[in-house]
Structures are given as structure tokens and as C-alpha cells.
């Protein structure tokens, strides 16, 4: 605990309103009353990050932060939980939070209850306020532009009381806290099923006559087959970016990006979206639902199911299953083989693997029956990660909506049911 920490009222505030919190001037609203205004730099100081090179770390539990989030692990620690990283340097700074005992190195700041100046700041509180706040305001620099401290210090935020802070901050929190139970049952139930692939068509378990094949052996009621005989590929593309009327349309359009944001292997959104004159005009198609799609380039070998029709850019192969083969079972096994695909990629500016290499592949292919009904097995599965990935987007377009309402004042504790955001613990 800091020994210099005070109480709210012991804080000289800017009473006349001289300097309006950034979110009540975006949100034209007034602070409630019993709010008090604040500038950053009397409530907290900023921590530096430590200099941790990668070849320094020795792997265990304790996170290690960076500007854009959690960059590593470390057997040791330096800084106590709970506590707020916020980024420094670098393009798009962070706001994160550790419930572990964590590190940060030097292109962060952190926060925690030993840098706080006050004793009436919830520290979960600042976090989701600081969630709210722009930070892209106060950078400077032109070659690595970072976090101005002063700027920082000087920004005001507005203050309930810390019983409100607490439940604005249980709220949130519990919402988060679904959206990570979620997650983390999607992952578990994504590992059973490529467990459940890897022990019948990997390690061959269910299967006891087997021979020589130009991969290996493999059971005799396998098929030693090219990727492109159980599947049909095509490229993606990119309308004029300079063409306004080929954006902001009705027609999903993924990139690499959207996919390694992804929390699991399926896709039913797209952060852009082209008109059908976009569409007409670039050699993107559009993908039936449940096709495979496979980062190509930069990225390599990174594979989602869409769920619905979709086209992508040229960072893509398309993939369609024929009769031979089913979606799920087409997924599993592309992740499989993901370490042959990333070998086969080449390129002067950044690695890509061709459709004509990716069909090259070879593969020993169970028969269809077997395929049949590993796929009937394991969709039950995916249908759940499916269902609870949508409950995720209303959790967190809930939470987005609740922010910064809550953060003004806008809406208050009172006007909530609390019952109704109990988070479920099953796992």
C-alpha cells in the first residue's frame, strides 16, 4: 500500500469544470452529482516496465506484458496483482489486466494498488474507465509514436464514490467473466475434437492391418490421395480500396486479421464488408457456409470454418470439400498438417504457400464411412462452441454498450438487475 495514499476529499478537484472529463464531453452529459472530478495525475502514477529480452526469460507461470498485450511468460515476477498495463510505445496501445502476479517490460506503464495515490479508487474501477478512454489522443512521436505521461496526467476523469465504483466494476467484470468461461469451454471442447481426430486418423488407433505407403503405414482400407482429389481451392481478392461504392456493403469479407483475432476455428463475421458491385468487381467469390478457409501468406496455415457465406482477400485459400471428405474432418486435418503446409510456403517479401503446392499434398484418407461418423460425432461439439460464440458477441456488445454509459454516469448501478449478469462457472 502506498503510505502516502488519501481519501478523495483530501484531493484538490476541478470543481469548476474547467477541464470536462473526455467521456462527458463525448457523450453531452453532465457528471452526477456526488461525482467528482479528477485529473489522472493526482489519482496514480505511471510505472515504467523493466527491460525482459525474450533470451533473459525462463518459462513459467507469470505473464509478461508489452504495449500490445501479453507477449510471453517468465518463472519469476516483479510486479504484484492485481494491476492495469497500459501501453507506451507502439502504433495501437493497450489497456490490459492481471489477476496474476505479472511483468511488463519497457514499452508499457503499469498500474496497481501500490501506485495509486488515493484509498477511495477501486483499482478494477480505473481499469474499465481507462478501457473507455482514448489513448490515441495523447500519443506523440513520429517514428514510434508513444503514450505522453504528462498528457496523461493532466486528463480528467469523472469519480462516483467507491461503493458505486465497485458495482460499475462488478458489473463489467461479470460480463468479462462470461466471455472468458466461454472461451475457455470453446477451447476445451475445439482440444477434444482434435484429440478425437489425432487418436483415429493420426495415430491410426481404431485400425490393426496396415502396410507400406510413400507416406508411411498406414491402415490398409486407407487411400493415398493428393489434397486436391477431396477438395476444390480458388483465391481470394480485394475490391479498390479507392472506390467508395464497393464498401460498406451486405457481402462478409474476411482478411488474416479477422482470423487470428478469432477466439476458436470458426468465423461468422468479418470486420468489412463489400457491396455486390465490390464483389462483381474483384475476384473474390463468395464461399458457401461451411466451407475451409486457410491463411496462404504472412500468416501461414491458420484455418477457420465459416458459418456463413463469405468471400475473402487474396491472403486465402478457398477451400471446398468434394464427397470424399466433410468440413469438420477437412479442418482437423489441414490443422494437422499445418507444420508440411508452413514448409511449403516461400516468398522474397513475406512466406505463401500456392493453390498448386497446397494440392500437392499428400494424404492417407480413412475410408468414407469412417469420416462419416467422426463428423456425426464431433458436430454436436461445434454446434456448442458455435452457439456459445454467439452468446459472447451479445456478452460483449452488452458490455460495450454498458461502458461508457457507465463510465458518465449516463446509467446507473440502480437501473440495472444484478441477477441477471450472474456469471455460470460450469467448465
Given at each position: 500500500m502506498n503510505p502516502e495514499q488519501q481519501s478523495l476529499s483530501d484531493i484538490e478537484l476541478d470543481s469548476d469544470n474547467s477541464k470536462k472529463p473526455y467521456n462527458l464531453r463525448r457523450q453531452s452529459v453532465n457528471q452526477p452529482d456526488s461525482w467528482n472530478i479528477c485529473s489522472l495525475g493526482d489519482l496514480l502514477e505511471l510505472e515504467y516496465g523493466t527491460s525482459l529480452p525474450k533470451k533473459e526469460r525462463e518459462n513459467g507461470p507469470y505473464p509478461v506484458f508489452g504495449s500490445n498485450g501479453r507477449s510471453g511468460w517468465h518463472?519469476?515476477?516483479?510486479?504484484?496483482?492485481?494491476?492495469?498495463?497500459?501501453?507506451?510505445?507502439?502504433v495501437n496501445l493497450g489497456i490490459k489486466w492481471s489477476d496474476k502476479d505479472f511483468n511488463v517490460i519497457d514499452?508499457?506503464?503499469?498500474?496497481?494498488?501500490?501506485?495509486?495515490?488515493?484509498?477511495?479508487?477501486?483499482?478494477?474501477?480505473?481499469?474499465?474507465?481507462?478501457?473507455?478512454?482514448?489513448?490515441?489522443?495523447?500519443?506523440?512521436?513520429?517514428?514510434?509514436?508513444?503514450l505522453n505521461r504528462d498528457e496523461f496526467y493532466s486528463e480528467t476523469i469523472v469519480v462516483p464514490p467507491i461503493t458505486e465504483q465497485k458495482k460499475i466494476a462488478?458489473?463489467?467484470?461479470?460480463?468479462?467473466?462470461?466471455?472468458?468461461?466461454?472461451?475457455?469451454?470453446?477451447?476445451?471442447?475445439?482440444?477434444?475434437?482434435?484429440?478425437?481426430?489425432?487418436?483415429?486418423?493420426?495415430?491410426?488407433?481404431?485400425?490393426?492391418?496396415?502396410?507400406?505407403?510413400?507416406?508411411?503405414?498406414?491402415?490398409?482400407?486407407?487411400?493415398?490421395?493428393?489434397?486436391?482429389?477431396?477438395?476444390?481451392?480458388?483465391?481470394?481478392?480485394?475490391?479498390?480500396?479507392?472506390?467508395?461504392?464497393?464498401?460498406?456493403?451486405?457481402?462478409?469479407?474476411?482478411?488474416?486479421?479477422?482470423?487470428?483475432?478469432?477466439?476458436?476455428?470458426?468465423?461468422?463475421?468479418t470486420t468489412r464488408k463489400i457491396t455486390d458491385k465490390g464483389l462483381n468487381n474483384s475476384s473474390t467469390k463468395i464461399m458457401p457456409k461451411k466451407s475451409v478457409l486457410l491463411t496462404s501468406r504472412a500468416t501461414v496455415g491458420e484455418v477457420v470454418v465459416n458459418?456463413?457465406?463469405?468471400?475473402?482477400?487474396?491472403?486465402?485459400?478457398?477451400?471446398?470439400?468434394?464427397?470424399?471428405?466433410?468440413?469438420?474432418?477437412?479442418?482437423?486435418?489441414?490443422k494437422n498438417k499445418r507444420p508440411e503446409i508452413e514448409s511449403r510456403?516461400?516468398?522474397?517479401?513475406?512466406?505463401?504457400?500456392?493453390?498448386?503446392?497446397?494440392?500437392?499434398?499428400?494424404?492417407?484418407?480413412?475410408?468414407?464411412?469412417?469420416?462419416?461418423?467422426?463428423?456425426?460425432?464431433?458436430?454436436?461439439?461445434?454446434?456448442?462452441?458455435?452457439?456459445?460464440?454467439?452468446?459472447?458477441?451479445?456478452?460483449?456488445?452488452?458490455?460495450d454498450t454498458l461502458l461508457p454509459k457507465l463510465m458518465s454516469g449516463e446509467i446507473r448501478v440502480n437501473d440495472i438487475n444484478l441477477e441477471d449478469l450472474e456469471v455460470d462457472n460450469e467448465v
Open positions: 518463472s519469476d515476477y516483479h510486479i504484484e496483482a492485481p494491476g492495469i498495463i497500459v501501453g507506451r510505445k507502439g514499452t508499457a506503464y503499469f498500474i496497481n494498488s501500490n501506485t495509486l495515490n488515493t484509498t477511495d479508487l477501486d483499482l478494477r474501477f480505473l481499469y474499465y474507465n481507462l478501457l473507455d478512454f482514448d489513448l490515441d489522443r495523447l500519443k506523440s512521436g513520429s517514428a514510434v509514436p508513444g462488478f458489473i463489467l467484470e461479470n460480463l468479462d467473466r462470461q466471455i472468458e468461461v466461454n472461451n475457455r469451454i470453446n477451447k476445451n471442447l475445439e482440444d477434444v475434437v482434435q484429440t478425437l481426430f489425432t487418436h483415429q486418423f493420426v495415430n491410426f488407433g481404431p485400425y490393426d492391418d496396415f502396410e507400406d505407403s510413400p507416406i508411411g503405414e498406414v491402415p490398409k482400407c486407407f487411400d493415398i490421395l493428393d489434397m486436391g482429389d477431396i477438395c476444390s481451392t480458388r483465391g481470394g481478392g480485394t475490391p479498390s480500396t479507392e472506390n467508395d461504392e464497393y464498401w460498406e456493403g451486405d457481402n462478409l469479407w474476411l482478411t488474416p486479421k479477422d482470423v487470428t483475432s478469432l477466439n476458436t476455428k470458426m468465423v461468422f463475421d458459418r456463413e457465406p463469405m468471400g475473402t482477400n487474396q491472403g486465402f485459400i478457398c477451400i471446398q470439400p468434394n464427397e470424399r471428405v466433410e468440413t469438420y474432418y477437412l479442418s482437423c486435418l489441414l510456403a516461400s516468398g522474397s517479401t513475406y512466406d505463401e504457400i500456392s493453390q498448386t503446392s497446397f494440392n500437392e499434398i499428400k494424404l492417407a484418407v480413412p475410408p468414407k464411412e469412417d469420416i462419416e461418423r467422426f463428423e456425426n460425432r464431433v458436430e454436436d461439439l461445434y454446434e456448442e462452441i458455435y452457439t456459445r460464440e454467439l452468446q459472447n458477441r451479445k456478452l460483449e456488445s452488452l458490455r
